[in-house]
């Protein structure tokens, strides 16, 4: 049985920094694609950042490049997502996802098979 399971979610004002983590069971990330994707009310989802099973190919979307930073520890089975320099408009639930697709470009929810329940992310101003 597969299960990701998202933390480190929370409250922090305009300018701070968060740290996510992604912790996979029944699966080894080294073997899929592992995604940050979040959802704002309103808004559809959107991919925030993904990173290929052999590490070595990262995606981030235009509006995080240069605030946030994926990583992985293989050792933990875990996956980072590292954030910067917070906006209000970071506000959505975080997601973390792990499919077997990688894409160039284009990639998105449709990508990923297998999701955590997400983790509220709130950026006050």
């Known amino acids: 049985q597969v299960q990701l399971v998202e933390s480190g979610g929370g409250l922090v004002q305009a300018g701070g920094s968060l740290t996510l983590s992604c912790t996979a069971s029944?699966?080894?990330?080294?073997?899929?694609?592992m995604g940050w994707l979040r959802q704002a009310p309103g808004k559809e989802r959107e991919g925030v950042s993904c990173?290929?099973?052999?590490?070595?190919?990262?995606h981030y979307v235009d509006s995080v490049k240069g605030r946030f930073t994926i990583s992985k520890a293989t050792d933990k089975n875990t996956v980072y997502l590292q954030m910067n320099s917070m906006k209000p408009e970071d506000t959505a639930i975080y997601y973390c996802a792990a499919g077997t697709k990688w894409r160039m470009s284009g990639w998105g929810a449709e990508d990923f098979r297998y999701w955590g329940q997400g983790t509220q992310v709130t950026v006050s101003s």
């Open positions: 990173i290929k099973w052999s590490g070595d190919s990262i």
């Open positions: 029944g699966l080894s990330i080294d073997n899929y694609a």
